[in-house]
Structure formats: C-alpha cells, structure tokens
C-alpha cells in the first residue's frame, strides 16, 4: 500500500456557509486541496440568531475552534416554553452545570455571522485551501477523471471530488437526487434588536419559546447581551414558494391576535423583519453520486423546530473527515460510511423538527395535552429524552 501521503484527492465545496467553511476545515485539516465556490460576492452569513446544542460544541472543538466560538457565545440558563395564550409556564429545561456534566458542553446562542467569522477566520489561516466568489453554479459533470463545475460567467473548476454544501435549493443535489422541496407552509420572521429596546420583563438569559395556536415567537439574548433575537412562526393563510424578502409588520399582527399581551410585544419591538417561507425535504437514503455527495441543507434541509439545523451541518462536517481518515483516502468507502453514519440521525432531526413544530402550534385540546405533557417531569428526564441528539460527539459520530 502507498503512504498515505501520496493519497490526498482534491475537492471542490459548493457554498461557503457554515457548513461548507466547516466541511473545507475539516477536509484541508486531512491535508486534502479544498476550493469553495461561494455564489455570493464575499463570504458571509445573513440572518439572526442560532441555537448551538452540546453537540454542535463538540464539533466545534473536533475542528479546532470550539474556544472562537465560546467566545463570541452567549450561555443561557435553561430552556423555556411558555403558552402564548394564558402566560403558563409549560415548562423549564435546565441547562447549567448538571447538564454540561452530561453532555460533557454546554447550550449557547450566537449570531450567525459571529459563527460563519469565527470558522472563515480558522479557514484562512489553514493551508490548502481556496475561496472562490461570485461563483454561482451553472453546471457540473463528472467523469472518470474527477468533477468539472462551470459558473454563470464561464469559469472552469475541476477537482476529483465534490461536496455540495449549496443549501435547501442545492444544484448539487438536483444532480445525485432530483427531488423537490417540501413547502411547509410555516412563514418566518427574523430580527435583531438592540436590548435597549427589548422590553424589559423580557430580557431573559435563556431561548423562550412563547407557543400559540398555529404560531409562536422565540427570544434569546445576542453579543453578550448587547442584542436580542426574535423570532416568529405562523401557518401562512396563502400559498407560499420557499424564498426570503423583506416583511411587514402588518402581516405578522394579523396572526397574533389570539395571544396575550406581554408575547405581543414582541411583535411591536422591530422596526423591520426579514421573511422565510420555510421549506424541508423528506429524508432521502441515498445522497451520493459517484464523485459526489452532500451536506447540511443540501443533505438534509429541514424546519426549524429542533433547532439544530447548523448543529447538523457541523457534525457532517466532522464525521465527513473521520470517515475519509477511517478508509485512508478511498473516497468511495469514505463516502459509504459518511452516509451510514449520518442519513438515519439526520432523518429523525428532520422527522422530530416537523412533530415538535406540532406541538409548539397546537390548538384547542391539544394544546391541553401538550401543556400537560411536560408537568412534573425532572430534569433528569429532559436529558434522557435528549441524549440521542446531545449526546454525539467526534468519538462516536462513525457508524459501525
């Protein structure tokens, strides 16, 4: 057998989000020539916040910038949901010292620009390799002798290998899978504001869920306190395409006028939303096609409701490098065992984000029986119902 020096295959990263700037990290750390092609034209991340469980530290720390990212991090307390209708506590998930003792890391909010820089900053000043702007996709082939990507202005990249990392309309996946977007119908407003203006009864250290019928908001301190991020969800009453523009605030007090009046100041702290009409695709068993494959949105796009859509992206990312170590560069075998490894844990983070969006927008009796269903449960519950997903880490992320 050659060393395995001799063996280190190029690759080519559709997208250079989070998860494609991870999966460049993870590769280039296995001494692999990475280009990412971002079609944007500089790097960056747009949006708000983003929740950050114990598994996605532990990939963090497994690509080398768990300490970047603590520090830019704010740790919450605990986890609250709370009934948007009557201003119930529905229920309190703890998350300090005990819980980091579980999972051995802690929970934490962030922004996702402050995540995207800290991973860039890591890539730039890891050798081999490049980043590639104003690079929007226009076609991709593959042959015997690698992946051949050309972009909207005519240019040319080749690579032995490909990783699409191109998000919820990925071209990539139009390619190795061809399936459509599931449209869900559940309409997203995002924003950021400074805490000054978040009112103050409001202001917790920890990410609320405030759950309505058919709707609900979330708020979590941002920056080291600084900002506040807020989010609401509701059941569009029209049709929707999956896209991001700006919103109204008009139309987002049209859907909040069955909740009390401490959440629905919320709705009047903003002064502009950008707007998501959310879509996911239903889990796949396959995402490899000869000298490709996918990650994070591409992969698996899913709903928001779980919280671990980023988290998901990071361990791809991870376990994509563990799994090309493990099979020494064959990146056939590599491939197989990345997708044994992640397509079941990724299908139910998909079917579970979709259940709990039922349970936070439950209505009528079943918002009784949600509400009930949390009562007198310890804490010690919370984590063993949690630790399929928390308890994931670089170690164990191979399947065997």
């Known amino acids: 057998m050659k060393p395995l020096e001799s063996k280190r295959p190029s690759v080519l990263i559709a997208g250079g989000g989070i998860g494609g700037m991870a999966a460049a990290l993870s590769l280039s750390r296995l001494g692999m020539p990475v280009t990412v092609l971002e079609q944007a034209s500089a790097l960056g991340e747009i949006g708000a916040?983003?929740?950050?469980?114990?598994?996605?530290?532990?990939?963090?720390?497994?690509?080398?910038?768990?300490?970047?990212?603590?520090?830019?991090?704010?740790?919450?307390?605990?986890?609250?949901?709370?009934?948007?209708?009557?201003?119930?506590?529905?229920?309190?998930?703890?998350?300090?010292?005990?819980?980091?003792?579980?999972?051995?890391?802690?929970?934490?909010?962030?922004?996702?620009?402050?995540?995207?820089?800290?991973?860039?900053?890591?890539?730039?000043?890891?050798?081999?390799?490049?980043?590639?702007?104003?690079?929007?996709?226009?076609?991709?082939?593959?042959?015997?002798?690698?992946?051949?990507?050309?972009?909207?202005?005519?240019?040319?990249?080749?690579?032995?290998?490909?990783?699409?990392?191109?998000?919820?309309?990925?071209?990539?996946?139009?390619?190795?899978?061809?399936?459509?977007?599931?449209?869900?119908?559940?309409?997203?407003?995002?924003?950021?504001?400074?805490?000054?203006?978040?009112?103050?009864?409001?202001?917790?250290?920890?990410?609320?869920?405030?759950?309505?019928?058919?709707?609900?908001?979330?708020?979590?301190?941002?920056?080291?306190?600084?900002?506040?991020?807020?989010?609401?969800?509701?059941?569009?009453?029209?049709?929707?395409?999956?896209?991001?523009?700006?919103?109204?605030?008009?139309e987002v007090l049209s859907y909040f006028t069955g909740i009390a009046e401490l959440p629905r100041k919320l709705l009047e702290t903003p002064s502009s939303w950008r707007r998501w009409s959310t879509a996911d695709r239903d889990p796949v068993a396959n995402w490899t096609r000869g000298r490709m494959t996918l990650l994070g949105d591409a992969a698996h796009p899913m709903l928001q409701y779980m919280a671990q859509g980023a988290c998901m992206a990071l361990e791809d990312a991870v376990t994509l490098g563990a799994a090309i170590r493990h099979r020494q560069y064959d990146m056939d075998a590599a491939f197989a065992l990345y997708q044994k490894s992640r397509i079941p844990r990724t299908a139910r983070v998909v079917l579970s984000a979709r259940e709990m969006g039922r349970l936070y927008h439950a209505a009528g009796v079943e918002r009784l029986v949600r509400n009930d269903l949390w009562k007198g449960r310890k804490a010690e519950g919370f984590y063993d119902a949690l630790q399929w997903l928390y308890g994931w880490t670089a170690d164990n992320c191979l399947a065997t």
């Open 49 to 250: 916040g983003l929740q950050l469980g114990p598994n996605a530290f532990a990939a963090l720390d497994a690509l080398g910038v768990g300490a970047a990212i603590r520090d830019r991090a704010v740790f919450t307390d605990r986890l609250v949901m709370m009934d948007a209708v009557d201003c119930a506590e529905v229920g309190t998930f703890e998350v300090g010292q005990a819980f980091r003792e579980r999972f051995g890391n802690p929970y934490a909010v962030i922004h996702r620009a402050d995540i995207h820089t800290a991973i860039l900053e890591q890539v730039r000043h890891t050798p081999h390799i490049e980043l590639v702007t104003s690079c929007r996709i226009a076609a991709i082939r593959q042959d015997g002798h690698g992946v051949h990507v050309t972009d909207a202005n005519g240019r040319a990249f080749s690579a032995d290998y490909l990783i699409g990392c191109d998000g919820v309309k990925s071209v990539a996946r139009e390619q190795i899978v061809g399936d459509g977007v599931r449209v869900s119908g559940h309409v997203v407003y995002r924003a950021v504001v400074p805490t000054e203006v978040m009112p103050e009864e409001l202001r917790w250290n920890a990410p609320v869920v405030w759950a309505g019928p058919n709707c609900h908001l979330v708020h979590y301190p941002l920056r080291s306190g600084d900002q506040y991020n807020l989010v609401v969800t509701f059941h569009s009453r029209d049709p929707e395409v999956w896209d991001v523009r700006d919103g109204s605030k008009e």
